[in-house]
């Protein structure tokens, strides 16, 4: 059984940092890449960051340059380092896995999902 757990999120002031921990069970690393995506009320779901089995990473250009996605295979666990963070960042932010998908707007079709870590950017 696949799981995900995501953990990490919290309160912070506009311009601080977080790092969110994706921890993964029930699959095979090498056959899928690892995203985050996140959702603000009212707001539909949207692709942040992913990183592929090959460590082919993707961001977003709401967070390109202040986001650092990156994973640890031996320990099954991604990470999301998220730095100036702004109050447009505020959201749940999930974790997911799946396989690269080249041809839609987020480079990753998703199979399976966290339940998710609230982050919450106050100004």
Known sequence: EVQLVESGGGL???GGSLRLSCEASGFTYDDYA???FRQAPGKEREGVSCIGSDDTVYYSNA???RFTISSDKSK???YLQMNDLKPEDTAVYFCAIG???YGGAFPLR???WGKGTQVTVSS
């Open 99 to 101: 396989v690269p998908d």
């Open 110 to 112: 998703v199979d399976y």
């Open 12 to 14: 912070v002031q506009t």
């Open 63 to 65: 967070v390109r340059g």
């Open 34 to 36: 690892v995203g985050w």
């Open 76 to 78: 099954n666990m991604v």
